[in-house]
């Protein structure tokens, strides 16, 4: 399974990632995700939020994942960038790309990776209120 | 043993601090290093049963027995996403 990381401070450029999909004959399904911040955490309205990872430990953890869906569906390729610092409304945070013979496996792969993710990744968001 | 203690997240608010170095007895385990630093940070003390502890790279449990030069690293429930 081919797998890709990206922990970085820069904006997810989703039409340059989605460019650069490669995928062989056989795959029938690439799954995407996009996480993006909401305008509101609860009851407050918001303007961002600012994320902060434990970085070593966050890669760690994500291969660790990787592993587990390396063993349970036939995946041929997953990329993961998980944007860190502040992040506006209406961007995303989070992308996924999971490519697999077909869409059920690709699907639940993203699914498992994403619940996963917010069990274990050591990533945590702080929201910026919306200055009233 | 000297061990060194990483807060991330909200625990830096909560201590005051982004490390701290704590001194224990050989043999010590992670639960021994926590109540060392609840008398340090009381304020951690509140966090205690959603609080992840993480050893280097892993997870790891309270009776954990630490070694010199351990990286500890505390911190609470993970958002990413």
């Given at each position: 399974?081919?797998?890709?990381?990206?922990?970085?401070?820069?904006?997810?450029?989703?039409?340059?990632?989605?460019?650069?999909?490669?995928?062989?004959?056989?795959?029938?399904?690439?799954?995407?995700?996009?996480?993006?911040?909401?305008?509101?955490?609860?009851?407050?309205?918001?303007?961002?939020?600012?994320?902060?990872?434990?970085?070593?430990?966050?890669?760690?953890?994500?291969?660790?994942?990787?592993?587990?869906?390396?063993?349970?569906?036939?995946?041929?390729?997953?990329?993961?960038?998980?944007?860190?610092?502040?992040?506006?409304?209406?961007?995303?945070?989070?992308?996924?790309?999971?490519?697999?013979?077909?869409?059920?496996?690709?699907?639940?792969?993203?699914?498992?990776?994403?619940?996963?993710?917010?069990?274990?990744?050591?990533?945590?968001?702080?929201p910026?209120?919306?200055?009233s | 043993?000297?061990?060194?203690?990483?807060?991330?997240?909200?625990?830096?608010?909560?201590?005051?601090?982004?490390?701290?170095?704590?001194?224990?007895k050989?043999?010590?385990?992670?639960?021994?290093?926590?109540?060392?630093?609840f008398?340090?940070?009381?304020?951690?003390e509140?966090?205690?049963?959603?609080?992840?502890?993480?050893?280097?790279?892993?997870?790891?449990?309270?009776?954990?027995?630490?070694?010199?030069?351990?990286?500890?690293?505390?911190?609470?429930?993970?958002?990413?996403?």
């Open positions: 399974m081919k797998r890709s990381l990206l922990i970085i401070q820069a904006p997810i450029d989703e039409a340059s990632l989605l460019a650069q999909r490669e995928m062989s004959n056989g795959m029938g399904a690439a799954v995407y995700f996009a996480g993006v911040v909401r305008d509101s955490e609860g009851p407050s309205a918001i303007s961002a939020i600012e994320y902060e990872a434990f970085q070593q430990m966050a890669e760690y953890q994500f291969a660790k994942i990787f592993d587990q869906i390396e063993k349970r569906w036939p995946v041929e390729s997953l990329r993961v960038v998980h944007r860190i610092g502040v992040v506006e409304v209406n961007e995303p945070s989070l992308w996924v790309e999971v490519i697999a013979p077909h869409r059920g496996e690709a699907f639940a792969a993203c699914q498992f990776l994403i619940d996963e993710m917010k069990k274990t990744v050591p990533i945590w968001k702080r910026l209120q919306r200055p | 043993m000297r061990i060194t203690v990483n807060f991330y997240s909200y625990f830096r608010d909560l201590t005051g601090a982004a490390e701290a170095t704590e001194t224990l050989a043999g010590a385990t992670i639960a021994d290093l926590l109540k060392q630093l008398a340090r940070f009381p304020k951690l509140v966090m205690q049963n959603s609080m992840l502890i993480a050893v280097g790279v892993e997870y790891q449990r309270r009776d954990y027995k630490l070694k010199e030069g351990d990286i500890v690293s505390l911190f609470p429930p993970v958002q990413g996403g």
